[in-house]
């Protein structure tokens, strides 16, 4: 069974930094499109970004140059790395590959103004 376990969250300041990382067991991790989604209180979880498995990333217009997405294929993680992070991003993150109904537990990120 696909399992994901995002880590990395925290309490940061608005205009700071953090570095998601989501670590993926029992699929082929290299062959598989990885996406990160997020769901702030009392809202819809939405998308944030995705790897393809040649590695090219897409964004939601939101993040865009201000998030970036990777992955190590050889530690079967995908990561997010974030900056100049604002209130708005606070949300619960959640990593999930793309062809899975799956999800992970999340990790919550709170950005303070």
């Known amino acids: 069974q696909v399992q994901m376990v995002e880590s990395g969250g925290g309490l940061v300041q608005a205009g700071g930094s953090l570095r998601l990382s989501c670590v993926v067991s029992?699929?082929?991790?290299?062959?598989?499109?990885m996406a990160w989604y997020r769901q702030a209180p009392g809202k819809q979880r939405e998308f944030v970004a995705l790897?393809?498995?040649?590695?090219?990333?897409s964004y939601a217009d939101s993040v865009k140059g201000r998030f970036t997405v990777s992955r190590d294929n050889a530690k079967n993680t995908v990561y997010l790395q974030m900056t100049s992070l604002k209130p708005e991003d606070t949300a619960v993150y959640y990593c999930?590959?793309?062809?899975?109904?799956?999800w992970g537990k999340g990790t919550l990120v709170t950005v303070s103004s």
């Open positions: 999930k590959v793309a062809v899975t109904v799956n």
């Open positions: 029992g699929i082929i991790f290299s062959t598989n499109t």
């Open positions: 790897i393809s498995s040649d590695r090219r990333p």
